[in-house]
């Protein structure tokens, strides 16, 4: 090997070091991204879909869900049930029952698509677990609307919360446990 071969491959090997170091260190003081689960979670982006759930109304902390059925009708795969009463004095119906099969559930967005009220939207819960299989394929979402409509009262001053105090779900309905088949439904 010639002399200033042996320089030129040095002078490379130095170089090719610097590049290495400078990549590491830009690392080493960048802020780190590492996120402590579970005492911390992600914040999903706009689009991440998560199972489908109820939408609680800004304005007034229940659910626009009118029980039409369509979103019903739309599932390809048969997992959603659900119900509703027309309460006195109101012009539509609101949803009593709200289940979801999310074993079956592709996400396909059908329901989300087709609801003509915005009613139901992808959650961004990324981390559901359970030892229980009825927890998935039985999702109550009038249930889980309730706690979100809990907080919802407690951040609202009495005249909104009087109005909202009516529960989402219908307490006559769960009551007797009755349970009829909605738009598209197939009896049990
Ligand atoms: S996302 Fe698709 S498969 Fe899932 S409940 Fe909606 S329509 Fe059915
Ligand atoms: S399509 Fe929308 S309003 Fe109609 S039952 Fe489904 S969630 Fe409720």
């Not at 260190?25 to 706009?46: C, D, E, F, R």
């Not at 991440?48 to 039409?68: I, N, Q, W, Y």
């Amino acid at each position: 090997m010639s002399l200033s071969t042996a320089i030129r491959d040095v002078a490379g090997g130095f170089k090719s070091l610097l590049v290495g170091m400078r990549i590491t260190l830009g690392q080493a003081i960048k802020p780190s991204i590492t996120v402590q689960y579970p005492h911390q979670t992600l914040k999903m982006p706009a689009r991440f879909r998560g199972h489908v759930k109820l939408v609680l109304d800004p304005e007034t902390g229940k659910s626009r869900c009118t029980a039409c059925g369509l979103c019903v009708k739309a599932c390809p795969s048969d997992c959603i049930e659900l119900d509703g009463i027309k309460r006195e004095g109101e012009k539509k119906k609101s949803v009593t029952e709200y289940e979801l099969d999310f074993t079956k559930c592709s996400l396909c967005g059908s329901c989300v698509d087709v609801c003509p009220s915005d009613a139901i939207e992808y959650s961004k819960d990324y981390n559901v677990v359970s030892l229980n299989r009825e927890d998935f394929s039985h999702m109550d979402l009038v249930k889980r609307l309730e706690a979100e409509a809990e907080i919802w009262r407690k951040h609202h001053p009495p005249q909104a919360a009087a109005v909202a105090t009516t529960p989402v779900t219908a307490p006559a309905a769960l009551a007797t446990g009755a349970k009829t088949p909605s738009p598209g439904q197939k009896a049990p």
